[in-house]
């Protein structure tokens, strides 16, 4: 074999190649593009659907050739229509279905139907110095809108709390590919202890059912072209009684004992938390029995009507669905003063006047203080004096030792010295009228003699 011929096959490899890299680069150079909004357009069944297609290139172009093509899976594509130089050959099958719109490449199809769903080929040959071509591939869904939807609860009529189940599911009319979910109060929820939801989601099972589960519940149907959501249900939980307390209009409470004044009414409420409202009964009691006294949520109690002064009530609330009830015990004590007003008058002492009362403490203490001081007592000494001459009289008077009876003003302790004979005598001289009070007899008057006497020191 001569060298020629063993350097053949080498040869020809070395063509091939050189011919397609210059044509990759032809291609690089003048490069077509094509360009679609998205790899998936979701349509609705009944209307038109435009699949947008544009396309560019950087080459001097003699013939520009478009074809679409449609493929279902496990399908061979198949021809719709064609385009050279904007002459359009369409497939007379589809001709009054599919049109191309110039002056790119794109598609409408009208009417769309669940039918024309599947992949959609466009193809774009562009032939000048040499042929280029790009192709892009678009897969077109189809779907109905769905319909508003209904909740549905099983049971109807309600469900008693930790004895029942509830069911809601959502039914929707019409719609494909339909997608569920559940809110509570304007919320989505979730799978949890108390709620199980379907394969599809469309139903949730709530068990056991409890008071909290009482709510605004909706569903929300969606699929690609549309959503809707259904009017708010509320389900009926039967519960209670919850929460029992009495309460009153007027009158003292502490804890569960009201204190009113003599006289007075006053009118109890009693409340529980309850679905169906609850029965109400109240009952009194006295020297050891019970008894019924009144039905319904309210008692009014007129204190003067009461013989006792304390006596003890009870209010029980009664469910007749969930068959629970519940109790609770207070007692009334009717007082002469109303303790009520006593706290009332306490809570409105102002510090104002605990101030002026403190202040006017201190001023007459102060005031207290300084009079005794001022006015200490002094000791001094009365003589009656008996039968004495008038000279003694005066001499008495001037015994003190101060001239002016002013700086014998003050506060005296008095010791009386009766005479030694024990019988009282006059002056032996006469003394003026002047001398004596008008009216006052002779011989019972008491001459004083004061003598100051010094304080002693301590």
Partial sequence: MGQDAFMEPFSNTFCDLQCNIYFLLLGI????????????????????????????????????????????????????L???????????????????????????????????????????????????????KIQVTVDVPVTKPVVQIEPSSGVVEYVGNMTLTCVVGKGTRIGYQ????????????????????????????MKEDIGNYSC??????????????????????????VNSDRGLKVGEVFTVDIGEAILFDCSADSNPPNTYSWIRRANNTTHVIKYGPHLEVVSEKVAQSTIDYMCCAYN???????ETHFTVIITSVGLEKLAQKGKSLSSLAVITGISLFLIVSLSLVFLWKRYQPHKVKVMFMFSRPGADYRKAQTFSGHE?????????????????????TVPSHSVSSSDFVQGQDLHSTVYEVIQHIPEQQE
């Fill in 29 to 80: 150079c003048s490069a077509l593009r094509l360009t679609v909004p998205s790899q998936t357009i979701h349509g609705i069944e009944g209307q038109p659907l435009h699949l947008t297609v544009d396309y560019n290139f950087n080459t001097t172009a003699s013939e520009i050739q478009i074809i679409w093509l449609f493929e279902k899976p496990q399908s061979n594509p198949k021809y719709l």
């Fill in 82 to 136: 064609g385009s050279v130089n904007q002459s359009v050959i369409p497939d007379l099958e589809y001709k009054h279905k599919f049109t191309l719109v110039p002056p790119n490449a794109s598609l409408m199809i009208n009417p769309l139907h669940v039918t024309d769903e599947g992949n959609y080929i466009v193809k774009v040959n562009v032939h000048g110095n040499g042929t280029i071509s790009a192709n892009q």
């Fill in 182 to 209: 559940w809110m509570k109060n304007g919320k989505l929820m979730y799978a949890g202890s108390s709620y199980t939801f379907s394969s599809n989601n469309d139903t949730v099972l709530i068990v056991p059912v």
């Fill in 220 to 245: 929300l149907a969606t699929n690609p072209v549309s959503a809707m959501e259904s009017e708010i249900i509320t389900p009926t939980i039967f519960y209670g009684p919850y929460g029992l307390t």
């Fill in 320 to 326: 007749n669905v969930t068959g629970k009830q519940d």
């Fill in 404 to 424: 002016s009876a002013l700086d014998d003003f003050g506060i005296y302790e008095f010791v009386a010295f009766p005479d030694p004979t024990g019988v009282p």
